[in-house]
């Protein structure tokens, strides 16, 4: 089942939260902000103009055909898929995921770069300041192109566990059956993962 996107703008106005799809109406430096609805034209980009804009991939909205779907490979338990971007480095074509949590406070999380048939198996690595307007790559080659999948989640502040609920809703009425409580922690589950590793070896 399909989640109406008025739908969900309506749950976040139920909450009191006035919502504008559109974060930033311009940026300067490496940070890409979500477009939201409004033209090109209006826009202060500050990076050349073959880059793709942002995708708009939030709930029940589809993807062009063009743009790999990753939506159901990401979702993870405890944690909310923010988006996810394409690179090219001296490696070749590279995927990363971002994350917030579900529950508790709010944690950025950004996965490795992954190659496009791994990506489906990508898993938190490190902290992420992706809650600043957009999703930021300092120091790197500026993405071929960035897809959103809940940029009212962008930014921390004190809504940010309502905005989470709602669109928690979102995803249940798509039919999700991820533990959405459960608490995520990077460092244990880096730990619960290390002690995973070692039990398989010492029966390998």
Same mark, same amino acid.
């Given at each position: 089942?399909? #989640? ?6 309506d749950? /976040?106005?139920? /909450? ?10 311009? =940026?300067?430096?490496?940070? /890409? %902000?979500? &477009?939201?609805?409004? &033209?090109?034209? @209006?826009?202060? #980009? ?8 942002? #995708?708009?991939?939030? &709930? ?12 159901? $490979? ?10 996810? @971007? ?14 917030? !949590?579900?529950?508790? !406070? ?10 496009e048939?791994?990506?489906? *198996?990508?898993? %938190?690595? *490190? ?6 307007d957009?999703?930021? =790559? #300092?120091?790197?080659?500026? %993405? @071929? ?5 809940? &940029? ?7 809504? *940010? ?5 709602? *669109? ?8 999700s059956?991820?533990? =959405? ?5 990077? !460092?244990?589950?880096? $730990?619960?993962? !290390?002690?995973a590793?070692? /039990? ?5």
């Amino acid at each position: 089942m399909v #989640y109406e996107l008025g739908q969900l703008y309506d749950d /976040i106005e139920l /909450i009191g939260v006035n919502y504008e799809p559109n974060l930033v109406s311009g =940026f300067k430096g490496n940070i /890409i %902000p979500f &477009p939201g609805t409004e &033209p090109v034209s @209006d826009l202060d #980009y500050s990076f050349e103009e073959d880059n793709e804009l942002p #995708y708009d991939a939030r &709930p029940g909205v589809i993807l062009p055909p063009e743009i790999p779907d990753f939506r159901p $490979s990401l979702q993870r338990n405890g944690l909310l898929l923010l988006g996810w @971007d394409k690179r090219k480095n001296e490696k070749g074509e590279r995927y990363t995921a971002y994350w917030v !949590t579900s529950t508790g !406070t709010a944690r950025f999380y950004a996965s490795k770069q992954y190659r496009e048939a791994d990506f489906p *198996h990508a898993e %938190p690595d *490190h902290k992420s300041y992706a809650a600043e307007d957009g999703i930021e =790559f #300092y120091g790197q080659e500026s %993405p @071929d192109y960035i897809v959103h999948t809940a &940029p009212e989640l962008m930014m921390s502040n004190p809504m *940010h566990g309502e905005l989470r609920k709602a *669109h928690i809703k979102a995803l249940k009425k798509e039919g999700s059956g991820l533990d =959405f409580k459960y608490s995520y922690l990077l !460092t244990k589950e880096r $730990s619960r993962n !290390t002690l995973a590793r070692k /039990i398989q070896k010492a029966y390998a």
